[in-house]
């Protein structure tokens, strides 16, 4: 460019020479100097005419043959079109090979804009979501209408999926996972799971059949062993063996309960019967409770609540929740500690806490406490304590179903803490009116 540049600039100097010698020659130099510009403007419009041209028609062509600056001008514009014709066609490669990718799954996948309009579907999500090429700029959840998926749509919480019976095929049930990307936009990834759904339930429905079976043979052999081992004349070793079938057959029946509650907490409506439930009078039941539990170890249970506190939900899954981590603080604690009954509040939650003086967890085990039937293999929390290894998951679930989350702070030697975290639209202020009916 500097090169074609400099021989424009002498092309003109030698020109303007010419008219200067021509003018002289003529005696009107002024007037020559004026049409010998015009006619070099006139040739700088014909280039730039001919540069539009170029430039604005449809068929890639070889620029026009010129000489100096412009033809320089012709030929760096020709490189730059090259240049971005060669990575519009790779782009357009790329885009090709992620639609035929896309094509290939069974997932479906959905774009969607800043405002939540569909921008682009693969093949799968025509068939799990019934989307049609007309259907280009409107709302998804003008296509999924489950007042579960709008909230969860609207709510930008796309930790965890969340499943659904298919808008297509109730007997179909859905995954949807949303991620946030770029400025504003979503991508939907729908998966279909019902198989594993099925599978799920068949597993529920035999946990909660073999529980219900069990019942009644273990009902009988509890019943003969009590009566057996009431016999006057047995000697020590039978005696010690039928308090060893009585005290394994009182656990089975802990175990067999246990998942029963675990079996209706899956299969119930999480809606139903939700009351205000008066936090103090409940926490006084279970202290009480678990001092009774504590007997001869002396345990201090105290509790720290306003009376006029309360949840939202439902008082029996509260109460089963509540209790369990209060029960599990006397197993676990030593004679004669403290154990703190809490409720505590702040601008976004409301927390209740159970703090005990046992010997802690080690922070390796936490992360898995709350999964059926895992056990801490150390001295002071194992079978022996009574346990079924299905309370945490019992209170996990009862949690999930209150909106709330269970957090566990420990450490080894200094005891445990058992938080029950609930949103803040669980939880409010009782009026005194409110309070003495409830009394």
């Not at 041209?53 to 001008?73: A, F």
């Amino acid at each position: 460019m500097h090169q074609g540049l400099g021989a424009e600039l002498k092309r003109i100097a030698f020109f303007t020479l010419i008219c200067l010698i021509f003018g002289w020659l003529n005696g009107y130099i002024s007037w020559t100097l004026i049409i010998g510009g015009g006619l070099y403007m006139g040739w700088v419009l014909l280039q730039i005419r001919q540069l539009y041209l170029w430039v604005t028609s449809r068929r890639r062509e070889p620029p026009p043959d010129t000489v100096g600056i412009w033809g320089e001008i012709f030929d760096n514009i020709y490189r730059m079109q090259k240049r971005h014709e060669k990575e519009r066609r790779r782009l357009q490669g790329m885009i090709r090979r992620g639609q035929q990718t896309t094509a290939a799954l069974r997932d479906a996948v959905v774009l969607l804009d800043a405002n939540g309009g569909l921008n682009w579907w693969n093949q799968a999500a025509e068939t799990l979501l019934g989307l049609q090429p007309i259907d280009q700029g409107h709302p998804l959840v003008n296509f999924v209408r489950h007042p579960s998926f709008i909230a969860y749509f609207e709510a930008c919480d796309y930790y965890e999926p969340l499943d659904l019976p298919s808008p297509r095929n109730e007997s179909k049930q859905l995954q949807y996972q949303i991620n946030r990307f770029g400025k504003g936009e979503r991508l939907v990834v729908v998966r279909d799971v019902t198989r594993v759904h099925r599978l799920e339930q068949v597993r529920k429905d035999f946990v909660a059949n073999v529980s219900h079976e069990l019942r009644t043979p273990l009902t009988v052999l509890r019943g003969y062993i009590e009566t057996l081992s009431m016999s006057p004349d047995l000697n020590p070793v039978m005696n010690r063996a039928f308090e060893q079938m009585q005290q394994q057959s009182d656990r089975m029946n802990l175990l067999i309960n246990d998942l029963l509650v675990l079996s209706n907490l899956e299969t119930d409506d999480s809606e139903r019967n939700q009351q205000t439930v008066p936090l103090k009078p409940l926490l006084n039941i279970i202290a009480a409770d678990a001092m009774a539990l504590s007997d001869d170890r002396q345990h201090n249970v105290t509790v720290n609540c306003d009376e006029d506190i309360a949840l939202i939900g439902n008082e029996k899954e509260l109460h089963s929740a509540f209790s369990n981590l209060a029960f599990n603080a006397v197993k676990y604690s030593k004679p004669d500690s403290d154990i703190k009954l809490t409720i505590a509040i702040d601008e976004s939650a409301l927390i209740f806490s159970v703090k005990d003086q046992g010997d802690g967890i080690d922070p390796i085990h936490i992360p898995r406490l709350t999964e059926r039937f895992y056990r801490v293999d150390n001295g002071s929390r194992n079978s022996d304590a009574g346990g079924t290894g299905l309370g945490l998951a019992i209170v996990k679930h009862i949690l999930l179903r209150h909106d709330a989350h269970l957090s566990i702070e420990s450490k080894l030697g200094k005891g445990s803490t058992f938080s029950c975290i609930f949103p803040r639209d669980r939880y409010q202020v009782l009026k005194q009116e409110t309070l003495e009916a409830a009394e």
